[in-house]
């Protein structure tokens, strides 16, 4: 079965400073791997997905993940963190059969200092 | 226009009465799903719907009755609602069920006291 887990439930960095938010996962046929963010009092947006093509994928707003098959990863990273980066932050993976049934992680908060 | 749109936003009630959710998207997409987020803030799939017809329906207690009336259209109704009820209910939606970029309503907040 599909699993992903999300290293760290709460990541706080200065504006400026790098962004690294962990996510492992576990999968019994290769993964399609998301990352959506969720902004306060809204809904998810999806930031960036790799579904087998190139192991680097880059998203929206200067994010990007790295598909890692000998570990397991697909961590979120941005050079340089802004204070509307501020948010939760989900990796999924998606489930098998081809619903479109997503495995979302336990989600990690973004917190971005002054 | 919102893409994916969800009603009521907030939705307060007492224990036992029974409530619906509507969610509507306009994106003109195949498939509509219901999204259950916790306390903690974990996501859990319910339901999914690919052109009206069931197609995911997770372990969930038979109370929840989602309902397409069109493919635009997913609307979830609870019946006797228990404390452990509450939650964010989010709506979503993608091109057709294979896809997985879903585009989320902003969520129903459900308190049952």
């Known amino acids: 079965a599909q699993s992903v887990t999300q290293l760290g439930s709460h990541v706080s960095v200065s504006e400026g400073a790098l962004v690294l938010l962990r996510c492992n996962y576990s999968s019994s046929v290769p993964p399609y791997l998301f990352w959506y963010v969720q902004y306060p009092n809204q809904g998810l947006q999806l930031l960036l997905k790799y579904t087998s093509a190139a192991t680097l994928v880059k998203g929206i707003n200067g994010f990007e993940a790295e598909f890692k098959k000998s570990e397991t990863s697909f961590h979120l990273t941005k050079p340089s963190a802004h204070m509307s980066d501020a948010a939760e932050y989900f990796c999924?993976?998606?489930?098998?059969?081809?619903?479109?049934?997503?495995?979302f992680g336990q989600g990690t908060t973004l917190q971005v200092k002054p | 226009d919102t893409a994916v749109s969800q009603t009521p936003k907030y939705l307060v009630t007492q224990m036992g009465n029974d409530k619906s959710i509507k969610c509507e998207q306009n994106?003109?997409?195949?498939?509509m799903y219901w999204y259950k987020q916790d306390s903690k803030k974990f996501l859990k799939i319910m339901f999914s719907?690919?052109?009206?017809?069931?197609?995911i329906n997770e372990t969930v207690p038979n109370r929840f009755s989602p309902k397409s009336p069109d493919k635009a259209h997913l609307n979830l109704h609870i019946n006797s609602l228990e404390l452990g009820d509450s939650a964010v209910y989010f709506c979503a939606s993608s091109q057709e069920a294979t896809n997985e970029k879903l585009f989320f309503g902003s969520g129903t907040q459900l308190s049952v006291l």
């Open positions: 719907y690919n052109n009206k017809e069931l197609i």
């Open positions: 999924a993976v998606s489930g098998t059969g081809n619903t479109g049934k997503l495995i």
């Open positions: 994106l003109g997409h195949d498939t």
